[in-house]
């Protein structure tokens, strides 16, 4: 299995600009969710998801946007890409969506954007 | 929010043991206390989870308090692989039937060889 799938891995883009950072698991998990990483940060949430259709706002969402429209994908945009958006972004999926024994976060590779 | 306290770094030897205190003194009855770690450049990894009793698995061990307000994981043989920024963390119920994993800044464990 491939496990959670993010890409690009490396993105640099302009004040302004917009992007869609991609990622896809083959678990057939219910929840995914995006996390970003700021140097010598621990992870903070962005969006998750529950299932297809259904997206809900994380710690710190402003500036992003998510939509799940299939059970493998759960695409972040950036519409205007800001210097405080620069951050490694992680996506993450599980089995369960909820619950508290819904099992273990499988995560991505990590893709990091920079923002001039 | 159910909040994690963890010292910033800790040193061990290889295959010595090692113990990661985690503080976590407004847990409430239903937070599960959750156990990742990431290594250099990589994303994290889930190492274990446990609510009240202590928990094994084939990476650590997780000893939780009695009282639940403070849990400490287990590396019985450190490696230089193990050589990771581990998070602990308690899952916070957010509604919808979905709980969420704050990260914290995590403890940086250093293994000398």
């Known amino acids: 299995n491939a496990g959670v799938t993010q890409t690009p891995k490396f993105q640099v883009l302009k004040t302004g600009q917009s992007m869609t950072l991609q990622c896809a698991q083959d678990?057939?998990?219910?929840?995914m969710s995006w996390y970003r990483q700021d140097p010598g940060m621990g992870l903070r949430l962005i969006h998750y998801?529950?299932?297809?259709?259904?997206?809900d706002q994380g710690e710190v969402p402003n500036g992003y946007n998510v939509s799940r429209s299939t059970t493998e994908d759960f695409p972040l945009r950036l519409l205007s890409a800001a210097p405080s958006q620069t951050s490694v972004y992680f996506c993450?999926?599980?089995?369960?969506?909820?619950?508290?024994?819904?099992?273990?976060?499988?995560f991505g590779e990590g893709s990091r954007l920079t923002v001039l | 929010d159910a909040k994690t306290t963890q010292p910033n770094s800790m040193e061990s030897n290889e295959e010595e043991p090692v113990h990661l205190p985690c503080n976590h003194s407004?847990?409430?009855?239903?937070?599960?206390i959750h156990w990742y770690r990431q290594l250099p450049s990589q994303g994290p990894e889930y190492v274990i989870h446990?609510?009240?009793s202590n928990v094994n698995n084939r990476m650590a061990s997780l000893a939780i308090a009695e009282d639940r307000k403070s849990s400490t994981l287990i590396l019985h043989r450190a490696t230089l692989r193990d050589a990771a920024v581990y998070y602990c963390?308690?899952?916070?119920?957010?509604?919808?039937?979905?709980?969420?994993?704050?990260f914290g800044k995590g403890t940086k464990l250093s293994v000398i060889p």
């Open positions: 446990g609510l009240t």
């Open positions: 678990m057939n998990h219910e929840y």
């Open positions: 963390i308690l899952s916070v119920y957010s509604g919808a039937g979905s709980y969420q994993l704050t």
């Open positions: 993450a999926s599980r089995k369960g969506a909820g619950g508290t024994t819904s099992g273990e976060l499988f």
């Open positions: 407004t847990i409430s009855g239903t937070d599960y």
């Open positions: 998801s529950v299932g297809a259709g259904i997206t």
